[in-house]
T-cell receptor, first 114, second 113 residues
Framework: DADVTQTPRNRITKTGKRIMLECSQTKGHDRMYWYRQDPGLGLQLIYYSFDVKDINKGEISDGYSVSRQAQAKFSLSLESAIPNQTALYFC?????????????FGPGTRLTVL | KNQVEQSPQSLIILEGKNCTLQCNYTVSPFSNLRWYKQDTGRGPVSLTIMTFSENTKSNGRYTATLDADTKQSSLHITASQLSDSASYICVVRGLDGTDKLIFGTGTRLQVFP
């Protein structure tokens, strides 16, 4: 987990506020992902990036945007937070060169929107 | 629709006992299947990975099995320890070239002394 860090770890905000969650990695991986996890549901893919110039929408991208500032940094923004975006958010990285393409997850950010 | 279903949703066992967690999937075509362990407040960590041609794989006290014909996998934990208390997530990777993973909802395991 230390190779993939997320900030903040916890955040409480109000409806309508703009929020940015940040992810940094020291693994040297090109691929980065943002997921959200809700109780009783599997992780759902929000956005993914195969390199700095490649950004792709996942299953549930509405209400979110991302920025890949560098190979090591991938941030997720909620332009106008709403209560149903309350969830646990995970960043992950992977290296397709390994063959198995294992994804390595950060420790998560718990976001509460009031 | 590609899906991954796990059972049971939750499980309580006593320390030292064995248990088996189940995963059924409908993902096709199929690349590999991983079991992840997620401790409370932490990100998931990979335990095992199995490809289409593998039937069983062990990682210490964890043994995963795969039946690609019936699209079923299991994770067997032997001689459970308190530190095994966590959620166990089955994750399937399809072969559509997008690198997307399909996550099960997990089994929440609690090991009591």
């Amino acid at each position: 987990d230390a190779d993939v860090t997320q900030t903040p770890r916890n955040r409480i905000t109000k409806t309508g506020k703009r929020i940015m969650l940040e992810c940094s990695q020291t693994k040297g991986h090109d691929r980065m992902y943002w997921y959200r996890q809700d109780p009783g549901l599997g992780l759902q893919l929000i956005y993914y990036s195969f390199d700095v110039k490649d950004i792709n929408k996942g299953e549930i991208s509405d209400g979110y945007s991302v920025s890949r500032q560098a190979q090591a940094k991938f941030s997720l923004s909620l332009e106008s937070a709403i209560p149903n975006q309350t969830a646990l958010y995970f960043c992950a990285t992977s290296d397709p060169g390994t063959g198995t393409n294992e994804q390595f997850f950060g420790p998560g950010t718990r976001l509460t929107v009031l | 629709k590609n899906q991954v279903e796990q059972s049971p949703q939750s499980l309580i066992i006593l320390e030292g006992k064995n248990c088996t967690l189940q995963c059924n999937y409908t993902v096709s075509p199929f690349s590999n299947l991983r079991w992840y362990k997620q401790d409370t407040g932490r990100g998931p960590v990979s335990l095992t990975i199995m490809t289409f041609s593998e039937n069983t794989k062990s990682n210490g006290r964890y043994t995963a099995t795969l039946d690609a014909d019936t699209k079923q996998s299991s994770l067997h934990i032997t001689a459970s320890q308190l530190s095994d208390s966590a959620s166990y997530i089955c994750v399937v990777r399809g072969l559509d070239g997008t690198d997307k993973l399909i996550f099960g909802t997990g089994t929440r395991l609690q090991v009591f002394p």
